[in-house]
């Protein structure tokens, strides 16, 4: 036994129905984290699914704090914003996107607090999972909670999916270079340093909200949610940390489908069994590999460009949008059904993509536009 092993392992809920497609892999890494030391309870989501080291889609309470368990994207969240626009047009719209690849000019932000001075990558999406989609409201589910966010059928939202970039990364190899996946040294100093990553991807969200909004010529409102799902917090006097899971006792919470389906806006009231949290996202249940290698032979790029409901997907990656096909991912109904049913989450609102951003595509099409 390492000394970073307790004698005796932690509690592990997993909160998905046997209908769930959850990779046993998933729960052994679930458990393998439930014997470090200081580990208290682990709650898996059900869009549990095995990550580098730790379980994705999940909340981990312990008397000692693991940066490893943040991992590297600390921050990273999905922020919706409601935006007003004439015609939403995909077509129109995929082509006034701004490149979110190229970072803003820290200048341009004169008067604004940037947090731990990092001004590289302002206003960039980075790569995986991330995304920037205008989409619209499908349905109201919860009518006197989606009136209150000022949200009705037919509306138009921008939502906003990334971290805190390289700092976070810069946060977590400054420790595993001296620690590796140990506990934090300091768990002062490294507090201070996540919440200023936290505070970065807040920033990083609302600029490319920003961006998109100049960009399409829309009108840009407040957000009616903006929460990250890496993260750690005391929370009753332990570390509750969360990887690939958000804030669910009182938050509103966008759980993001696929650029081919539903996303959900939930209500979340989870309490302690569940580390008070909701999952993120639909969650994977293909490798990246396993995508790559099962969409090259399933489907074209230009199938993957425009989707089943009718939305355009932004990428010039062609790799990157066989590995985030919607297929890689497991159905988004089912971990809603399943949060619903523990009685994690109320939904209050479901959105359908219009245009979802990955990556910039600077391929010259008809007209000479990109």
């Not at 208290?40 to 869009?47: F, Q, R, S, W, Y």
């Not at 600029?207 to 799902?229: F, K, N, S, W, Y």
């Not at 081919?260 to 909701?278: E, F, N, R």
């Not at 399943?338 to 910039?360: E, N, Q």
Request: glycine share 12%; with cysteine; hydrophobic share 40%.
């Amino acid at each position: 036994m390492s000394p970073a092993q307790s004698a005796t392992s932690a509690s592990v809920t997993v909160f998905a129905s046997p209908g769930s497609w959850i990779e046993s892999s998933a729960v052994a890494q679930c458990h393998q984290v439930a014997t470090l030391n200081g580990m208290i309870h682990v709650a898996g989501m059900p869009d549990l699914h095995p990550g580098k080291g730790a379980p994705i889609g999940a909340a981990m309470a312990s008397t000692v704090l693991y940066p490893f368990l943040v991992g590297s994207d600390i921050g990273c969240g999905i922020a919706v914003y409601p935006v007003r626009l004439k015609k939403a047009v995909p077509e129109r719209v995929a082509a006034r996107f701004p490149d979110l690849d190229q970072p803003v000019d820290p200048a341009s932000r004169s008067g604004e607090d940037i947090p731990a001075g990092y001004t590289e990558q302002l206003g960039t999406v980075g790569r995986g999972n991330h995304f920037v989609e205008l989409a619209r409201v499908d349905a109201v589910l919860d009518g006197e909670h989606a009136a209150r966010l000022g949200l009705t059928t037919g509306d138009l939202v921008l939502i906003v999916h990334s971290g805190s970039r390289g700092l976070g990364e810069r946060i977590l190899r400054a420790h595993t270079e001296v620690h590796g996946a140990g506990a934090a040294a300091d768990p002062a100093a490294y507090l201070a340093a996540h919440d200023d990553a936290v505070r970065w991807g807040h920033l990083n969200r609302r600029l490319m909200a920003e961006r998109v909004a100049d960009a399409i010529g829309a009108q840009l409102g407040e957000p009616v949610t903006d929460v990250c799902h890496n993260s750690v917090e005391i929370r009753d006097g332990v570390y509750l940390h969360r990887k690939g899971a958000a804030p669910g006792d009182g938050h509103d919470v966008l759980i993001a489908g696929t650029r081919g389906t539903h996303s959900y806006l939930v209500a979340g009231h989870a309490g302690p069994d569940a580390g008070h949290s909701v999952a993120h996202g639909a969650g994977r249940k293909m490798s990246r590999a396993d995508a790559l290698r099962r969409g090259r032979a399933k489907h074209t790029v230009e199938e993957l460009r425009r989707t089943a409901v009718g939305s355009l997907v932004v990428c010039g990656d062609r790799q990157l949008l066989f590995e985030e096909a919607p297929t890689a991912y497991k159905r988004i109904e089912q971990v809603i059904g399943d949060l619903v049913s523990y009685g994690l989450a109320t939904p209050i609102v479901s959105t359908l993509p219009v245009v979802t951003y990955k990556t910039a595509d600077l391929a010259p099409r008809r007209g000479g536009r990109r």
